[in-house]
């Protein structure tokens, strides 16, 4: 069964912290991406990568950073945690127009992240 | 960029009622269209998806979507709901030259025993 993994359901950390939030995927899909959930806004892109060592910015990439040093794993890091950035993160991986017609994407459990 | 419209945010019916959850989007060119679904704290999951072909797509669930190409819609569909319905819906366009989906803020429904 293919898989997304994220590392962590559930953290708490303070203002000023700096975050990583991991995430891993089985299907050797080219595509990953990392989004953020808030109510009443739907998904948001953060940041989003179609091979290793490329990522591009979604639509808010302020205050974040991303690593994909391995085709797998797709990393999300917030480097100073803020208040305004509480929210559930949600990976994403899909394949790549080689692999798939449509590139649908597959999602982790998500990682709901309190800044305190 | 895309613009999907959910225009309702939540819907509630009871339960074994018919349901229909709308959306828009605003491409003018060729799109793939999803619908995915989200149980509480969990991911989203894919519901159905529409590429080509028979405009009336059917998915898990009894779920089931009809494109609209003129009026560049993409409404979900459901006959008889059950408790176990009750989820966030969200749909998503990706046009078919590039990686990007764009989501509608979703609509939470809820079904009334």
């Known amino acids: 069964d293919v898989k997304v993994t994220q590392s962590s359901r559930y953290l708490v950390k303070r203002t000023g912290e700096k975050v990583f939030l991991e995430c891993v995927q089985d299907m050797d899909h080219e595509n990953m991406f990392w989004y953020r959930q808030d109510p009443g806004l739907g998904l948001r892109l953060i940041y989003f990568s179609y091979d290793v060592k490329m990522k591009e910015k979604g639509d808010i990439p302020e205050g974040y950073s991303v690593s994909r040093e391995k085709k797998e794993r797709f990393s999300l890091i917030l480097e100073s945690a803020s208040t305004n950035q509480t929210s559930m993160y949600l990976c994403?991986?899909?394949?790549?127009?080689?692999?798939?017609?449509?590139?649908?994407?597959?999602f982790g459990e998500g990682s709901r992240l309190t800044v305190l | 960029a895309q613009s999907v419209t959910q225009l309702d945010s939540q819907v509630p019916v009871f339960e074994e009622a018919p349901v229909e959850l709308r959306c828009n989007y605003s491409s003018s060119v060729s799109v793939y269209l999803f619908w995915y679904v989200q149980y509480p704290n969990q991911g989203l999951q894919l519901l159905l998806k529409?590429?080509?072909?028979?405009?009336l797509v059917k998915g898990i669930n009894g779920f089931e979507a009809e494109f609209n190409k003129s009026q560049t819609s993409f409404h979900l569909r459901k006959p008889s709901v059950h408790i176990s319905d009750t989820a966030e819906y969200f749909c998503a366009v990706k046009e078919q030259t590039g990686n990007q989906f764009y989501f509608g803020t979703g609509t939470s429904l809820t079904v009334i025993p």
């Open positions: 994403a991986s899909s394949p790549g127009m080689s692999g798939s017609l449509t590139g649908e994407l597959f």
């Open positions: 529409y590429l080509s072909g028979s405009t």
